[in-house]
């Protein structure tokens, strides 16, 4: 399979962010020991260049994801290709958020009688909803 190689990259991208991590921790650690009191500027450092590592580490991985899609993409496309064109989907789409058009919602609205009076429910009898005085 194609994407065999891509994972590996995956796995050695994430290798190299751990390494990263870890030697940034002990360059980090190693002068704040050196230093007689705790000195902002490296652990300052430390803390910009965990973050640059993190967003450098993120959008490798973003990139390397979208190349296994769309490596898995190109394989479905070529089976496809090879059955005629033909792909029979066993289910029809769903659409998450469909709804009715409102054209058809105002049509039945206008077929359906309007109640006598208002909309709300009738009040329940023999029980006084709000205390007498």
Do not use: H, N
Not at 26 to 50: D, H, K, M, N, R
């Amino acid at each position: 399979m194609r994407a065999e190689p891509m994972k590996w990259v995956q796995r050695l991208v994430g290798l190299v962010f751990l390494m990263g991590l870890v030697a940034l921790g002990a360059a980090v650690v190693s002068v704040t020991y050196q230093a007689e009191g705790i000195p902002p500027l490296p652990v300052f450092l430390g803390l910009l260049g965990l973050v640059v590592l993190l967003l450098l580490t993120g959008a490798c991985m973003a990139l390397i994801s979208l190349a296994l899609t769309a490596a898995r993409s190109a394989d479905v496309l070529q089976e496809i290709a090879a059955q005629g064109g033909k792909a029979v989907s066993p289910v029809a789409p769903v659409r998450p958020f469909s709804s009715p058009p409102f054209r058809d919602l105002v049509q039945k609205a206008a077929v359906q009688p309007a109640a006598a009076g208002s909309s709300l429910p009738p009040r329940p009898t023999g029980r006084k909803l709000v205390a007498e005085r």
